[in-house]
């Protein structure tokens, strides 16, 4: 697999959320994790969502907490918010946003929710399975075909404004199996240092 922590978002943030994400995201990558989205919002007066994850696609109750007390002090200090504010740090959840190309890959073979910023065979908005990923942009097997269409569409990543998983068992099994095999790959790794250190 490539090397994640370099690979630049295809789906970024505007305005406030954008100067939260550049604030932040070089303490997460210094700490091993990818951000997945900024989002402020009005919920629960006011609300600073912070998605992340480990390379390998996890995230923990404590990585949570790591995260948050990282980049709680340099927002003190960079203070990007007028108002005040409610840090949430969270995994990007099983039916996740889709920000890299590597997430396109990795998930292939699953359904996903898609808009661009241009027509893409005159519509902005499709879903699919995710059959096919290369450099330049990815090929949906559609769901649901209008009259007049092929049952697959090539989506470029620059053409990409959004694009999110969507829930089904097969998604909910792939997704458990995944997080396992990190998980036990992370034991490995741990006793195999432990044994270097005896």
């Known amino acids: 697999m490539a090397d994640t922590a370099q690979e630049p978002r295809l789906i970024t943030e505007t305005g406030i959320d954008q ?15 990818l951000l997945v989205r900024v989002r402020l919002s009005n919920q629960n007066g006011m609300t600073l969502q912070v998605m ?5 696609g996890t995230m923990t109750v404590q990585d949570c907490e790591a995260i948050s ?3 709680s002090p340099v927002l003190d200090v960079e203070d990007p918010v007028e ?15 889709m ?3 590597s997430d396109f890959t990795r998930w292939q073979g699953h359904l996903v929710k898609v808009e661009t910023s241009i027509l893409v065979e005159n519509r902005k908005r499709f879903r699919g399975k995710i059959v096919e990923v290369d450099a330049d942009g990815f090929k949906l097997e559609r769901d649901q075909i209008a009259y007049g269409e092929e049952p ?11 694009a999110k998983l969507i829930l089904t068992d097969d998604l909910i099994r792939d997704a458990l199996r995944a997080d396992k095999a990190a998980k036990a790959a992370a034991a490995n790794q741990n006793d195999e240092n432990e044994a270097d250190e005896d």
């Open 19 to 33: 100067r939260i994400a550049e604030i932040i995201e070089p303490v997460l990558t210094g700490m091993g994790y």
């Open 99 to 101: 920000v890299r190309k």
């Open 152 to 162: 697959t569409v090539v989506v470029p990543f620059n053409a990409l404004s959004d």
């Open 83 to 97: 108002k005040a504010y409610h840090l949430e740090v969270s995994s990007p959840g099983i039916d996740r946003p």
């Open 52 to 56: 992340a994850e480990r390379e390998d």
């Open 69 to 71: 007390m990282a980049i």
